[in-house]
């Protein structure tokens, strides 16, 4: 019972702190977004932002499920900051680092898609929306 409150807290944190990014992204505030993604990774997951960065796509699920030891929950908040991150690069018209984490994404959100129980039309939209980016 205390595990589960305890991820629902931190799933409401998390909520809280991805709509304040989507927030400053939506006023092209690029710079102070990336920064509280960074925050969010160090603080709330407990992983440096450089290091899910300089990972190649290839290693990233195996670094985060068998090295970090991150189960679905954790896995579904860094392809949302993953994702948002890449609208950031998108819009601020920055294609290499933009493909750089939306592939991460998106092998993320293809994993949570095959192994999680919850059903997510979400996970869709968003990888149609990462598809189109890296497709153009």
Do not use: C
Not at 27 to 42: Q, R
Not at 72 to 98: F, W
């Amino acid at each position: 019972m205390l595990r589960r409150d305890y991820i629902s807290r931190l799933i409401e944190e998390f909520a809280r702190f991805l709509a304040a990014v989507a927030g400053l992204r939506k006023e092209g505030n690029f710079e102070e977004a990336l920064k509280k993604i960074d925050e969010v990774y160090s603080g709330m997951i407990g992983l440096e932002a450089k290091v899910i960065r300089s990972v190649g796509s290839g290693q990233l699920l195996d670094l985060l499920q068998n090295d970090k030891k991150f189960d679905n929950n954790y896995l579904k908040m860094i392809a949302d900051l993953l994702y948002e991150e890449g609208q950031i690069y998108h819009e601020s018209g920055d294609p290499v680092s933009m493909r750089n984490v939306y592939e991460k994404a998106a092998i993320l959100i293809r994993h949570l898609m095959a192994t999680d129980s919850t059903f997510s039309f979400d996970w869709y939209e968003k990888l149609a929306t990462i598809d189109g980016a890296l497709n153009a």
